[in-house]
């Protein structure tokens, strides 16, 4: 790895069009690392040396492949607290979420590795009786990866392991503001052996080199996670050239807390859901829905709470909550926070930026409440510490407004009513359901994914993700006359 970033293209570290820098959120007069910016004309090079590999790699034994993931998970074992800081000191997220990310990249390439003994096809039974009948998976083919800022190393990794057990060669391109955690993904798979082509990183702007990813005729699928606006249009554009299109979207998550519910537990898991990793996380809980009658006991535990928690440098063990990760989602952050007093909200804590803490990133967790039915804070994505209190008369009625929103990611209840967490259940329209938990936090081997605006409608992670990462052939075979 050389001393400024490159891309990895074909085996070989390249060189881009020009030089930019990866900053530190917490202190932005800290330059993390200098990157070599890729063009258009290099991702377009990253694909055809992916399209070059794809034939051996598809044709090589599953169980070999799963064999490079699995040294991989343990050379990242190995380094996941150097990784891990790297990982905070670019991104903003506290030093234990780092390493513990950089930890759950390391499950994943384990399952994944594990999913290439499974079986990979059905018999079925035949009209006709000499007809050896079955059909099987194969990969698709070149598989373009695109992925967020916010979880620069989980994220990649529930794409691109399945991809690359399921024999697809990939070109990843990683947020451009997260390049150093990319790069140490990479690097585990290209020192466990994997061979030159079947991963091909390409750093730099979605805007200099995401339309090749989306058009360029050797790419077979492109899998996205990010923002609703991007993540639609990427999709318009790559359907009209063939391609498989999986997104994940944003979400405006609820989290309902009936008045039975313990309402200690529920704080706790309100605030973890809400404003850990500074609330940048699609799965984040931003609206905070309360029964009237525990309402004012409910927000006097969250607020006591998240006063007690300290603000501040992410690689200090004693922080819980560190800075947003840019100065763009910083102003939009506060750009919010403005619109909310403007619409008649009324803070109960935090509310602006941190004054006391430097040039860093940093903004108060807050909670937020009276605010309009159409309030933006309300209805739309923050992607910040943000969290939005709404009383409800009944459960009936919290239910209805969980459920009144475009998005449809995730949910939690916090209820010690067996009946009303089936219910409810049932009832939300969310891709996951928590119940007594925060609506943050996944398992790999079980399907993540949402509904209504949050998706393509597709899943990813667990067995769920060979649907997207492979293609079914179904042969007849009949012994010759």
């Known amino acids: 790895m050389s001393a400024t970033l490159q891309s990895y293209i074909g085996g070989e570290w390249r060189n881009g069009v020009r030089t930019g820098q990866d900053i530190s959120p917490a202190n932005p007069g800290e330059v993390v690392a200098e990157v070599s910016m890729g063009d258009a004309a290099l991702a377009a090079t990253a694909v055809e040396a992916a399209r070059a590999a794809f034939p051996a790699w598809r044709a090589m034994a599953a169980p070999a492949r799963g064999e490079i993931l699995r040294k991989a998970a343990e050379l990242l074992d190995q380094r996941a607290e150097a990784v891990g800081r790297d990982l905070t000191r670019e991104e903003g997220k506290t030093l234990a979420e780092g390493i513990g990310e950089t930890r759950r990249a390391v499950q994943i390439l384990r399952y994944f590795a594990g999913q290439t003994l499974e079986p990979d096809g059905e018999t079925y039974p035949s009209n006709s009786p000499i007809t050896f009948l079955y059909a099987r998976r194969e990969p698709i083919g070149v598989v373009a990866a695109i992925t967020p800022w916010n ?32 790069v140490h993904f990479l690097q585990a798979l290209v020192d466990a052996g994997l061979p030159k082509g079947v991963l091909n990183l390409v750093l730099g702007k979605g805007s200099e080199v995401g339309k090749v990813l989306t058009t360029h005729e050797a790419v077979d699928a492109i899998t996205f996670t990010g923002s609703n606006p991007v993540g639609r249009a990427l999709q318009a554009e790559a359907i009209q050239h063939g391609k498989k299109v999986q997104l994940e979207l944003g979400g405006k998550n609820p989290a309902v807390v009936l008045a039975d519910a313990n309402l200690d537990h529920a704080a706790e898991h309100v605030a973890r859901g809400a404003f850990l990793s500074a609330g940048q996380k699609c799965t984040a809980t931003s609206r905070v829905i309360v029964e009237q009658s525990v309402l004012r006991d409910f927000q006097d535990r969250l607020v006591a709470l998240i006063e007690g928690w300290k603000l501040g440098d992410p690689l200090d063990a004693a922080t819980r909550v560190g800075p947003v990760v840019s100065q763009d989602q910083m102003e939009t952050v506060t750009g919010y926070l403005d619109a909310g007093a403007k619409e008649g909200g009324r803070v109960l804590t935090g509310g602006t930026r941190a004054t006391n803490l430097g040039d860093g990133y940093y903004i108060q967790p807050t909670v937020i409440t009276d605010l309009r039915k159409d309030s933006r804070v309300a209805r739309e994505e923050i992607f910040g510490p943000v969290a939005a209190i709404i009383p409800a008369q009944s459960f009936d009625e919290a239910v209805k407004l969980a459920n009144d929103t475009p998005f449809g990611l995730t949910s939690s209840l916090f209820t010690t ?34 509904m209504k605006e949050s998706s393509s409608g597709s899943r990813e992670q667990g067995k769920a993700a060979r649907e997207f990462f492979t293609q079914w052939k179904t042969v007849y075979l009949d012994p010759s006359p």
Do not use: C, M
Request: charged share 15%; glycine share 8%.
């Open 151 to 182: 979880f620069p190393i989980a994220i990649p990794a529930w794409k691109i392991a399945p991809a690359l057990a399921y024999g697809n060669t990939v070109v990843w391109k990683p947020a451009e503001i997260v390049p150093l955690t990319a």
């Open 417 to 450: 009513d067996l009946s009303r967490a089936l219910t409810f259940a049932n009832d939300i329209h969310t891709g996951v359901v928590k119940i007594n938990q925060e609506s943050a936090g996944l398992e790999y081997q079980v399907p993540f994914g949402g």
